[in-house]
């Protein structure tokens, strides 16, 4: 693996490690402002917005001993690292953001308290 894979690989390893929760997300098309507002949505709420290239994501998530399913994670991959305890402020910015701005992001699933939950599962306990 070449030295700034390695770099990043450990970076998202990290990330993931130190992260309270994780909610991964589909996206098509992100257009500069709406992008920019979701990033200063989520920050209010702990949540830290990244594109992440999707083999490594898997390589690192392998590594913190997650398991997430390949088939999953279809298209580009964007992650939100919440570094607050309440992960479903995050959740909740993200679901009124993908409403707002139909078919540009998709919750996928999501990592809390240890757990991973599916998206729709996701979507009903941030109501």
Not at 99 to 120: A, K, R, Y
Request: charged letters at 30%; aromatic letters at 6%; a neutral charge.
């Amino acid at each position: 693996m070449r030295k700034e894979k390695q770099l990043l690989l450990d970076e998202i390893q990290e990330k993931i490690d130190s992260a309270k929760a994780m909610i991964i997300t589909r996206y098509q098309v992100l257009p500069p402002n709406p992008s920019w507002q979701l990033r200063e949505e989520l920050a209010k709420t702990g949540g830290h917005f990244e594109v992440v290239p999707k083999r490594v994501f898997l390589k690192a998530a392998e590594k913190s001993g997650l398991k997430l399913d390949e088939k999953l994670l279809q298209g580009h991959v964007a992650v939100v690292f919440v570094s607050q305890p309440d992960s479903l402020s995050s959740a909740k910015v993200l679901f009124k953001f993908s409403e707002d701005h139909s078919n540009t992001l998709e919750v996928l699933c999501g990592q809390m308290e240890g757990e991973m939950l599916p998206g729709d599962q996701l979507q009903m306990l941030s109501k």
